[in-house]
């Protein structure tokens, strides 16, 4: 896909982050938008702002874990605008320390967002995406999924986020074998990010008040939120750089998004592991705040 003006994109977590970056990038490129947050202060920000630049721009508060509410959404932007061009499953939360710790709420909130909100969003825009397809041999369409280098490799403190994240490759790339036999018109992406300077780590204060914990949180998992906070703050890349990037990526076809090509060996060496059937261990001296985290986590413990 080359061409963006007046075609229509979605995106969810919009309000915020590479969510919000997306959208600018989009807008850019003088696409028509429907942006979806689950935060309704933040989303009305975008949304307004886009609109101040010149943008055709919708919005809808949506919490992506709710079927319903995504089913919503695509209704919405088929009102407003007709056929959409582009998916960008992008809502994500996070949550860390030993994967013990974790409650079954914090299963549940991250289970929900970060791979029920991707599935929900392919089960809800692709149908209309295929039709479109059908109907018109120029139609061009792209789902694009936010997963993270953590899709691709394990680290301490991880253990929920990362598996959801690995979950979301899973999904695209099944998702892409299954279009592949569907039509020639539509395609996905997975995005994977490393570390990027955005407001993931407040995303607590997104999470639905049934599944909020009433227990605090141990040393270990304030030891792995610092340190994710820290990475996060001290990433190399713009969420706007990712934005740009990943559309060049949707221009020249890619399926596999990596902003971040610096934490490939990191992915080498996993992939060497299982290959080789050995234990899965971590070149931490590659990837300083994964060093970091590991050594917060030792210090907790000796706490």
């Not at 969003?121 to 369409?141: K, V």
Request: aromatic share 6%; hydrophobic share 45%; proline share 5%.
């Amino acid at each position: 896909m080359n061409h963006f003006k007046d075609r229509v994109a979605v995106v969810t977590g919009a309000g915020s982050g590479l969510g919000k970056a997306l959208a600018e990038a989009a807008a850019r490129r003088r696409m028509r938008l429907v942006l979806a947050d689950v935060q309704a202060d933040a989303l009305d920000r975008i949304v307004q702002s886009l609109r101040a630049q010149g943008a055709e721009v919708t919005g809808m508060a949506v919490d992506v874990a709710d079927a319903s509410a995504v089913q919503m959404l695509a209704d919405q932007a088929q009102r407003d605008f007709g056929v959409v061009n582009l998916v960008f499953n992008n809502a994500g939360v996070t949550s860390g320390g030993p994967i013990w710790q974790n409650s079954a709420k914090d299963w549940d909130w991250l289970l929900g967002v970060n791979l029920r909100g991707v599935a929900n969003g392919i089960r809800s825009f692709t149908p209309g995406m295929l039709a479109a397809a059908a109907a018109d041999p120029s139609y061009e369409g792209f789902i694009v999924n936010t997963a993270s280098m953590a899709g691709l490799i394990t680290a301490p403190g991880m253990g929920i986020y990362s598996v959801t994240k690995h979950a979301v490759v899973a999904l695209s790339e099944c998702l892409h074998h299954d279009l592949q036999l569907a039509s020639t018109q539509v395609h996905a992406a997975v995005l994977c990010p490393s570390y990027v300077p955005t407001e993931i780590g407040q995303c607590e204060r997104s999470r639905p008040a049934h599944l909020v914990n009433t227990e605090p949180l141990t040393k270990a998992q304030l030891a792995s939120r610092a340190a994710a906070q820290q990475a996060v703050q001290q990433g190399g890349i713009s969420a706007d750089s990712v934005a740009d990037l990943t559309f060049r990526a949707i221009e020249e076809r890619r399926f596999y998004i990596f902003p971040s090509p610096e934490t490939l060996p990191l992915v080498k060496s996993r992939f060497d592991h299982v290959i080789q059937q050995t234990v899965p261990e971590l070149p931490y001296d590659l990837f300083p705040a994964l060093k970091d985290r590991r050594d917060r986590l030792l210090a907790a413990a000796a706490q």
